[in-house]
């Protein structure tokens, strides 16, 4: 417990003596999070940042640009974020202060869709102007971004003779949460929109409703909520929903919400209990077999609209008009695609793409022909099996977007939810079953960093991934824990989904990513995001002492 105290010195202890080890002097630089794919400095130097500093957008008007030149103008001149590790560069004070920062976008109509160009250019020269320019205002709210991250200090300081050029690899990427299992208040909603787009991701993937509560209030059919939510406090109204998608649009993300169907909507049985299998009864009977539960955990399948993942054929089987259409010579398989097929073309109808989960046509019990499921018109998200269920899906001609339980589940690692479990008492061995829940282990940041999405895929395969999304199931999450149990782990995956995970020759960057991963994650948590440290502070002020000596893949 004594070596934090010994900042020039390393002391071993050999047994027999103790050897003195001098500490090499490890140079910092100016962190960026993501990094930039294009990040040229050649005299690290920077200048005072003037304290009548503006950003300006000569002749262009725009409602959401002009929202986030206002946020960021205000987080650059009231942040003052000191370094853990004072950056080594040249600091002047004979070159006039920086006063401007131009912003340019090139096309201020195209809309915050799927593939939407987010490039952007960034020149900080040591004399004049700063210019960002962008095709898109999407783009030129990622370059704010990273202008914002090139200031720091008391006054302010900001590196110059710079050029960043810089775009995503991969155009989706997110976080999902889960707001059914517990309930999210709003303003916890739009704290983890503000934080996805500060690490330059742009996908809120919003899981509202599931098994266990019906929290969305939907005027037509107001019982849904009103018997399906916890309470009256623990829902969102249109008025919430609108905020929510406005305040996205504001920061660059996109609202992508999931009304999971036909399964995981036992919520509906309180206001329609005609149209849920099995409800409300319990989801695993006592004496049964595991394949002949009602449901994968408590609160029960149900038969109806739109994820079309775990259908459980033990809830579908105990329904007397499934068990009709069963010994008429009917599959659970077909009843899947009657749904499918009912559903799907009105979706289509409103000129929308369909996200399905990968278990539509990869299950083993239930799923429909591809036939069923035009690939212009789906998108197919995988969670199961890694790379084998993602190779299955574009090898078939669909687009994917990356979720693998193995490694983007954040909610793993942390005990099973049910309780009677005997897999728990256990004297010989602390392990219980591995962190105890179906996806354990815990997802570290460096399982997240080091997952390559597309391997072993043709570059025609990897075409057809469109990106990823962490996953933050709420079965013991809750606003207590949110921040700590995202970030910094979804800030891991955002570089990779933006910027790689290997270094200019190919190696990956694990290494060189923890002292900037600690620093962004100290600057989070200045902006009000609760993220968790992923090392001592000790670390971070002693760059390098922590790493182990190992050579990257």
């Known amino acids: 417990m004594l070596l934090p105290f010994f900042n020039s010195i390393l002391i071993i202890s050999t047994g027999l003596a103790v050897l003195s080890v001098p500490i090499s002097t490890v140079e910092s630089t100016i962190q960026v999070w993501p990094k930039p794919r294009t990040f040229s400095w050649p005299q690290p130097q920077a200048t005072l940042l003037s304290p009548t ?20 103008l205000n987080l650059i001149q009231t942040e003052h974020h000191i370094p853990l590790v004072p950056p080594t560069l040249n600091f002047t004070t004979s070159t006039p202060p920086l006063q401007t920062l131009l912003v340019s976008v090139s096309d201020l109509t195209a809309p915050l869709h799927h593939n939407v160009n987010e490039s952007y250019t960034l020149t900080i020269p040591t004399w004049g102007p700063a210019n960002l320019t962008a095709e898109t205002v999407w783009g030129a709210m990622r370059g704010l971004e990273t202008f914002s991250q090139l200031v720091w200090g008391d006054p302010l300081r900001v590196a110059v003779g710079l050029f960043i050029w810089d775009a995503p ?66 829902l969102y109204t249109p008025y919430d929903v609108n905020r929510i998608v406005q305040f996205g649009l504001e920061h660059g993300v996109r609202v992508v919400p999931e009304i999971d169907t036909p399964a995981h909507t036992g919520s ?35 038969f109806y609209h739109a994820g079309a993942d775990e259908i459980i054929p033990g809830c579908w089987k105990a329904d007397p008009a499934i068990q009709s259409f069963l010994s008429n010579g009917g599959t ?27 278990d539509v046509i990869l299950d083993a019990n239930n799923k429909v022909s591809t036939t069923a499921l035009p690939p212009e018109h789906t998108i197919l998200q995988t969670w199961n099996n890694g790379h084998n269920n993602t190779k299955k899906i574009v090898s078939s001609g669909y687009r994917a ?5 193995d490694f983007y589940y954040l909610d793993c690692g942390h005990g099973g939810f049910v309780g009677n479990d005997s897999q728990y008492d256990n004297q010989t061995s602390g392990t219980s079953g ?23 895929l043709s570059k025609e395969e ?32 955002a570089e990779t989904l933006w910027s790689g995970n290997r270094d200019e020759t190919g190696k990956k960057r694990y290494a060189e990513a923890t002292d900037r991963l600690n620093e962004w994650r100290y600057r989070m948590v200045r902006r009000g995001i609760g993220a968790e440290p992923i090392q001592p502070l000790w670390c971070i002020r002693n760059p390098g002492m922590c790493n182990t000596v190992q050579s990257a893949a």
């Open 462 to 493: 990897a075409n057809l991934v469109l990106g990823g999304e962490v996953a933050l199931w709420s079965e013991q999450a809750d606003p207590t824990v949110l921040d700590a149990r995202i970030w910094p782990r979804a800030s891991a995956m």
């Open 434 to 456: 591995n962190g105890g829940s179906w996806c354990a282990p815990f997802k570290t940041w460096q399982t997240i960093y080091d997952y390559d999405i597309t391997y072993g």
């Open 268 to 302: 509906w049985a309180e206001a329609y209990p005609d149209i849920i299998t099995c409800a409300n009864m319990f989801w695993w009977p006592a004496g049964s077999k595991w394949e002949d539960r009602l449901a994968s955990e408590p609160g029960t399948e149900p």
């Open 332 to 358: 659970l398989s077909q009843l899947l695609e009657i749904f499918v097929n009912s559903t799907f073309p009105y979706i289509v109808s409103l000129n929308r793409t369909v996200v399905y989960w990968e």
């Open 401 to 405: 977007i990356v979720s693998s339980a």
């Open 53 to 72: 500093f503006t950003i300006s957008t000569p002749n262009q008007i725009h409602l959401h640009l002009s929202s986030a030149i206002k946020r960021y």
């Open 169 to 234: 690899l991969f155009a989706h990427r997110g976080v999902l949460l889960d707001t059914s299992r517990n309930y999210y208040p709003v303003e916890d909603i739009l704290r983890t929109i503000g934080a996805i787009s500060v690490n330059k991701m742009n996908v809120f993937h919003w899981h509202i409703t599931d098994s266990h509560s019906f929290p969305l209030l939907v005027p037509s059919e107001p019982d849904l909520a009103a018997k399906g939510s916890y309470g009256p406090d623990m």
